[in-house]
């Protein structure tokens, strides 16, 4: 059982590159979710799913793009990295019997 | 909509000596509140959550919070803090209702010295 997995652990990009941000869970949860983590800014919701087949914005989307391949898999897609991009990015996927959120290890990208 | 502050961006304390982390919210609905805590290099992992009941709520390694409805606080609290509970912690609520989506606050590094 291994939660939440993302992939890759770190990226280093230039500016105009594209990439996708992998994430994958095995806890049957229905809801998952990603954000972004910046110095003083706290986590900051991107995208949603709140089940397979749907997803919706959060408080940061411009610039992403994501899929919700089936029940386990949710990718993040940035189609030109900017440097305001630089960041690290969180996958979580949401328990909702114990109203828990469960995060993966994180994604450390650099766009120069 | 829901927002979260905690005003301490940092605490240096020494081992063995009390700690508390403040977190206030604002919310129009009625919230569920959690505090997660984030190891160096590492994800989010939940800490402890206050969801009904009593209003102090405890985690396994000596953390506890109350919710103070009146006062819309959920403080993190330890009696006696050890080096290994140096991390960032991160206080967060969600609406009962709706999709519930978590807002974070912008986190405090705890830092503990010896």
């Known amino acids: 059982n291994a939660g939440v997995t993302q992939t890759p652990k770190f990226q280093v990009l230039k500016t105009g590159q594209s990439m996708t941000l992998q994430c994958a869970q095995d806890?049957?949860?229905?809801?998952m979710y990603w954000y972004r983590q910046d110095p003083g800014m706290g986590l900051r919701l991107i995208y949603y799913?709140?089940?397979?087949?749907?997803?919706d914005k959060g408080e940061v989307p411009n610039g992403y793009n994501v899929s919700r391949l089936n029940k386990r898999e949710f990718s993040l897609r940035l189609e030109s990295a900017a440097p305001s991009q630089t960041s690290v990015y969180f996958c979580?996927?949401?328990?909702?019997?114990?109203?828990?959120?469960?995060f993966g290890p994180g994604t450390r990208l650099l766009v120069l | 909509a829901q927002s979260v502050t905690q005003l301490d961006s940092q605490v240096p304390v020494f081992e063995e000596a009390p700690v508390e982390l403040r977190c206030n919210y604002s919310s129009s609905v009625s919230v569920y509140l959690f505090w997660y805590v984030q190891y160096p290099n590492q994800g989010l992992q939940l800490l402890l959550k206050?969801?009904?009941?009593?209003?102090l709520v405890e985690s396994i390694n000596g953390f506890e919070a109350e919710f103070n409805k009146s006062q819309t606080s959920f403080h993190l609290r330890k009696p006696s803090v050890h080096i290994s509970d140096t991390a960032e912690y991160f206080c967060?609520?969600?609406?009962?209702?709706?999709?519930?989506?978590?807002?974070f606050g912008t986190g405090t590094r705890l830092l503990v010295s010896p």
């Open positions: 967060a609520v969600t609406p009962f209702t709706g999709f519930q989506k978590l807002v």
């Open positions: 206050y969801l009904s009941g009593s209003t």
């Open positions: 979580a996927s949401k328990d909702v019997v114990r109203e828990t959120q469960y």
């Open positions: 799913s709140a089940s397979e087949g749907t997803t």
């Open positions: 806890m049957n949860h229905n809801s």
